[in-house]
């Protein structure tokens, strides 16, 4: 498992964040803040980059009040879409944006083979009062390009779920 946070990672604001070519076994990208200007991009580099989770997360999380993060598979030329996501476990989800996160955008990413949404954009409500609609909400959620490629498939089995789910209804 990957966990990635700015403390752990000395990315300013504008920067950009390079996932090596390589197959991984959850990423999870929490706290990172751009600003609308300047986004945080996270793309593959040097080839494609395939994330998989085979329980009942996420296989990429973008989460913890993430905001102004664009991810990319752009990252290298020879891909249209340099990540690819897929194999999760039951009712895994492909890509979760959680936690408060606003501003997300995700473009030339592949997925397949998930048994809950491809894509997730959702905020659990809690008790914690930030979580409420009058001081959160979720804007900006961009799902562009070429990352409208969500397929699931599941040789048959019934329980392969949505294809993208904002919100929490």
């Known amino acids: 498992q990957s966990r990635y946070t700015p403390s752990n990672l000395n990315v300013p604001v504008g920067g950009t964040i390079c996932i090596q070519a390589g197959t991984y076994t959850n990423l999870t990208l929490n706290g990172f803040q751009g600003t609308e200007s300047k986004p945080i991009t996270i793309q593959n580099c040097a080839g494609l980059v395939v994330v998989q989770n085979t329980s009942s997360g996420s296989a990429i999380q973008i989460g913890n009040r993430s905001r102004y993060v664009k991810m990319s598979g752009k990252g290298d030329a020879n891909y249209a879409q340099g990540i690819k996501v897929g194999g999760t476990g039951s009712n895994g989800r492909g890509i979760a944006i959680v936690d408060r996160s606003t501003n997300i955008e995700i473009d030339n990413i592949e997925i397949q083979q998930v048994k809950g ?7 659990e ?8 609609r009058d001081y959160y909400s979720m804007n900006g959620i961009k799902i562009g390009n070429r990352s409208r490629y969500v397929k699931m498939s599941g040789k048959g089995d019934a329980n392969y779920a949505q294809g993208i789910k904002v919100g929490g209804t």
């Open 117 to 123: 949404a491809g894509i997730v954009a959702r905020s």
């Open 125 to 132: 409500l809690t008790c914690d009062s930030t979580t409420w």
